[in-house]
């Protein structure tokens, strides 16, 4: 037994899509979540802005200490990953292989969307990946900038015609390409996920990142002994670098519980 904390890091509300999951699967888990809300979007960032913030964010998660984090970023996933389980002494999980994997798994045509920030298009961490599961599947990659600041601002749901209107605009090149599978390869978008499937239809099989994240670490933790076998249900802290009202009202929304004063705001400069 474990009872130390899982963390969970984004740039700012999209993580929350994890941490359902993982209260879903791992009730009896308490976790620690970060949201950069003062530096989101990270989609447009460098790659050396983006590993800076990422290591802020991950010292902040760390003084807490935990025994995993789950980078519920597909930016950071895709851009910093690598360099973070190098320079940490803890499990760490990032998105896109646990995503990927999935996508493989279901695809029966071998033709896979993509949707991501910009900066996780670029990387082709997505591709290289898929490829080197399944060489023979086409990939097709589009990045929607739009999406992480309009979700940030609550325009996530079906009716409001500007989210819709972006969204049809987003995903009709990768339905005339024939994708019959399509990765949600940012952890805001599943916050979409009934406007995305209205646009796709039926016959387009959506694969949440933060969904399959989730289920890695579960597998991890399990793998490595670190599974906390108490009988009671978790707590979760959540943290924020910006306004914690502003956080707390969507937020609030989305994991369908009252989050006021809950939320405390953390200088992550500081880290």
């Not at 800076?52 to 025994?67: A, H, I, M, V």
């Not at 996933?77 to 798994?105: K, Y």
């Not at 005339?176 to 805001?188: F, M, Q």
Request: proline content about 4%; glycine content about 8%; hydrophobic content about 40%.
């Amino acid at each position: 037994m474990d009872g130390r904390p899982i963390g969970v890091f984004d740039s700012g509300l999209g993580g929350l899509t994890a941490v359902r999951v993982l209260r879903r699967i791992l009730p009896e888990e308490d976790l620690v979540y970060f949201g950069d809300t003062a530096r989101v979007p990270y989609g447009g960032r460098s790659r050396e802005t983006l590993l800076k913030y990422s290591r802020q964010d991950l010292r902040f998660l760390r003084s807490r200490d935990l025994k995993a984090v789950l980078i519920a970023c597909g930016t950071v996933s895709t851009t910093s990953l690598e360099t973070l389980q190098a320079e940490n002494d803890l499990p760490i999980v990032g998105v896109v292989e646990p995503t990927c994997r999935r996508a493989v798994s279901v695809s029966r045509s071998r033709r896979i969307g993509m949707i991501a920030t910009l900066a996780s298009v670029r990387s082709g961490a997505y591709e290289a990946v898929l490829r080197r599961l399944d060489p023979s599947v086409e990939v097709l990659c589009r990045p929607c900038p739009l999406f992480v600041p309009l979700v940030e601002n609550g325009r996530f749901r079906k009716g409001d015609v500007v989210i819709e209107t972006v969204a049809r605009e987003y995903l009709t090149p990768l339905l005339e390409w024939g994708a019959d599978t399509l990765i949600l390869g940012c952890t805001h978008y599943p916050l979409l996920e009934e406007i995305i499937a209205d646009v796709c239809g039926p016959g387009v099989t959506l694969v949440s990142a933060g969904e399959e994240s989730a289920y890695e670490l579960k597998r991890l933790l399990k793998a490595q002994g670190l599974r906390n076998d108490r009988e009671r249900q978790g707590e979760t802290e959540f943290y924020v670098s910006d306004r914690a009202e502003d956080f707390e009202q969507i937020a609030s929304v989305f994991l369908q519980e009252n989050l006021r004063h809950t939320a405390r705001r953390v200088d992550i400069e500081g880290y």
